[in-house]
């Protein structure tokens, strides 16, 4: 056996390790129909707020419950479309949707996206409301890189970005707005992108 011989072993190896420890399914096109919905959701809250009475948002507020509904409807839709657009590739490529390395990785993503949930919901409660884009891409984005690990993609680096944003929306929260555009809209779009012509259109 030749050189070549074993390094085309050691590389079926790595193949297989990687399959076995890694959900490799993650749709590309789910993270820019993602962003997609995010822009649409932030555009109808702008014009829903810019054009109320007030102008601003307040917790009691009816304004601030059609926000939250839109909100909830956008990480909804979101979802579901990941769920479908994964389980098709998934199938396409003649691999399983729910596996121990599936579990992990939506186990390891939720831990830190339920507990800023839980937070946020507890300073909104307290009213103070200041910090709620921040902490959102904080916790977002600390629950992505927890969650890369067991998934291919890069997502680690994205979760990177979601912090920087959210330390940065920390530090300027007048223009937290803007930041979860760019967050959870603008890089999303970019990212699904990049994964989708890297891995998605290669296989």
Known sequence: MNSKDYLKDINEIKTLMNKSSRFISLSGLSGI???????????LAYYIVT???RGYLILNGNIFIICLSILIAVALLSILTGIILTTKKAKKNG????DN?????ILNFLIPLITGGLYIL?????????????????????????ASKYSIGNIRYLGIIEIILGLICAILPGYGFWL???GFGI????????????????N
Do not use: C, P
Request: zero cysteines; aromatic letters at 12%.
């Open 51 to 53: 054009n109320s009475a």
């Open 180 to 182: 979860w555009v760019i």
């Open 95 to 98: 691999e399983k949707v729910w």
């Open 187 to 202: 890089m999303h779009i970019i990212y699904g992108t990049i994964m989708h012509f890297k891995h998605d259109r290669s």
């Open 122 to 146: 507890i300073i909104l409660e307290q009213q103070k409301y200041g910090q709620t884009a921040a902490l959102m891409l904080i916790f977002y984005g600390l629950a992505l890189v927890n």
């Open 33 to 43: 129909l993602a962003g997609i919905y995010a822009l649409i959701g932030a555009a």
């Open 101 to 105: 390395s599936s579990k992990r990785l």
